[in-house]
């Protein structure tokens, strides 16, 4: 079977062809193939995985890759689709944070202003390439962790409709960080997760029948080992009965204290004020210029290290400093390309298995749209994905969030569309970071005088 890797050029995609290569008894893909607009990045990235694949001892049993310019030919008689792209690449993601850090806003890549501008250069691409895959390979499941993750779910949804389904690791990581504070078993704990991507709550964690949340949260012992911990306040989370993901404490900070960056979230390294975007389009800036040359792997390999040990630098306090990282920097169980592996495993007809994904709400929320995307544990299997109740309610205060949020997504995905400036400014204005008329017209100023591809797409008054 075929996997097709789109974004083929992207830094961790080696990530994805070593967690499929040791997955061979699960996952019976024997041929990769890696597409990217980008020849020069998808180059170096090939001979990263050249040198991988060489290395690794049966090396003969590991899948073969080859790269694939032509995005048609690319996904044609693919079983698996994994869409990882960036639009603008990494210059455009600095300007997704540096835009809104000069109003005073969050400057992230995925969360409040600047993931909307990077959503809406991103939807027409993606788009597109719904229609290819469409046309091209319907059988195809398509796995996306194109960020964000969620709202680009629900564009690709419109013409992809089930087949599409979105992952992201910072659920699973929350559920196996809790579990190991707990003292169970990463692997066998499940749990009652529910929201956006990006903006989520677990507010059970079962294992064996029993929900070990609440003594979870009645230990300070407990708490202290917890890696997601560390970004909040003790007390807070007692009060509210549940664990956020990670990137809530973006929502529960006045003003972001000093610059905050991307996907990861967080600055540079400790001692360096450039934000998360500048520091990786330096860093991975450097690794891509030294070319496709030997030895790509090994400066791929010390790349990643420093990449991962820089992740949410700006939001570690306490006695905690590793966020779910191992000794290499790795999130410990379950980084991307093991959900992604978990997911292909289970839809090409493997064990079924339990997951938190991005999908269509179909009533798990009542005030939502059945058709918006939510992220939600789930159940896998050979059929598709479904959402895996009981799912107690959203609290108000939780549901006005996620409302609120689900609405600016929408209209994004409506102006990039439409090409409407007036959407993309009421997006901006209406979003929970934002609130404000006059900062969401300076935030689409701001945007479209930095971003030439924005400009292409909203073109309507």
Known sequence: MRLTILGGGGFRVPLVVDAVSRARDRVDIDEIVLHDVDAERLAVIQAVVAEQVAGRAGGSDAPRVRVERDLRAGVADAAIVFSAI????????????????????LGQETVGPGGLAYAM??????????SVVAQAAPQAWVVNFTNPAGLVTEAMRARLGDRVVGICDTPIGLVRSAARAAGLPERGATGDYLGLNHLGWLRSLVHDGTDHLP???????????????????????????????????????????????????????AGHDEGRAAYLARQQGEFFAAGPGAGAARR???????????????????????????????????GYHE??????????????????????????????????????????????????????????????LVAGVKACERLAIEAARTGSRELAWRAFAEHPLVSSPELGRRLLDGYLAAEPRLREVLTAP
């Open 86 to 105: 960036r639009v603008g690449g990494t210059r455009g993601r600095v300007d997704d944070e540096r835009v809104a850090r000069d109003l005073g806003l």
């Open 300 to 334: 791929w390999r010390a790349a990643l290290a420093e990449r991962e040990n820089t992740y949410m630098a700006d939001a570690r306090t306490r006695e905690h400093t590793d966020l779910g990282r191992d000794e290499k920097g790795d999130r410990q169980g379950g």
């Open 215 to 269: 003594a979870l949260l009645a230990s300070d012992e407990a708490l202290l080992r917890l890696d997601e911990a560390a970004l909040y306040d003790i007390a807070w989370l007692r009060a509210i009965g549940c664990l956020p993901g990670e990137y809530l404490h973006y929502y529960e900070r006045e003003a972001p204290d000093g610059p905050a960056g991307g996907h990861e979230g967080g600055d540079g390294p």
């Open 121 to 130: 250069r991103t939807v027409p691409v993606v788009d597109a390439i719904a």
């Open 339 to 400: 959900v992604a592996v978990d997911l292909m495993a289970a839809l090409l007809g493997g064990d079924p298995a339990w997951m938190i994904l991005n999908l269509a709400n179909d009533g798990v929320v009542p005030a939502l749209p059945d058709d918006a995307v939510i992220e939600v544990s789930a159940r896998v299997d050979a059929g598709g994905a479904r959402p895996a109740g009981p799912h107690a309610e959203l609290s108000l205060a939780q549901l006005g």
